[in-house]
């Protein structure tokens, strides 16, 4: 499994941006196996949960990020979309993008993009 994230940059408090993950390698029926997600590190912390989907589409989202991001899925072009409304200079973060497995023990990272919102 090999992820390929894209969509960060620089952005005003207010603002928007849509992060992007593509999984070109997986096959649909393996894709549909993962449940996809996006986290965030803060400089001196460790990753924590943004938001995740499963292939039904059902999602989660950390209490931070409610209201304001929304997560989707699209199997058929194995793409993972967060779209970030409203950010705020807390919401800088380097975001990875992540496909874990439902059936077995297995948790892959896409590389890091860096959003930064400036007040």
């Known amino acids: 499994v090999q992820l390929q994230a894209s969509g960060g940059g620089l952005v005003q408090a207010g603002g928007s941006l849509r992060l992007s993950c593509a999984a070109p390698?997986?096959?649909?029926?393996?894709?549909?196996?993962?449940?996809m997600g996006w986290y965030r590190q803060f400089p001196g912390k460790e990753r924590e949960l943004v938001a995740t989907?499963?292939?039904?589409?059902?999602?989660n989202y950390a209490d931070s990020v409610k209201d304001r991001f929304t997560i989707s899925r699209d199997n058929s072009n194995k793409r993972v979309r967060l779209q970030m409304n409203s950010l705020r200079p807390e919401d800088t973060a380097l975001y990875f993008c992540?496909?874990?497995?439902?059936?077995?023990?297995?948790?892959?990272w896409g590389q890091g993009t860096l959003v930064t919102v400036s007040s």
């Open positions: 390698r997986m096959i649909f029926s393996t894709y549909v196996q993962y449940v």
């Open positions: 992540n496909a874990r497995s439902i059936l077995r023990d297995e948790s892959v």
């Open positions: 989907v499963n292939s039904d589409g059902s999602t």
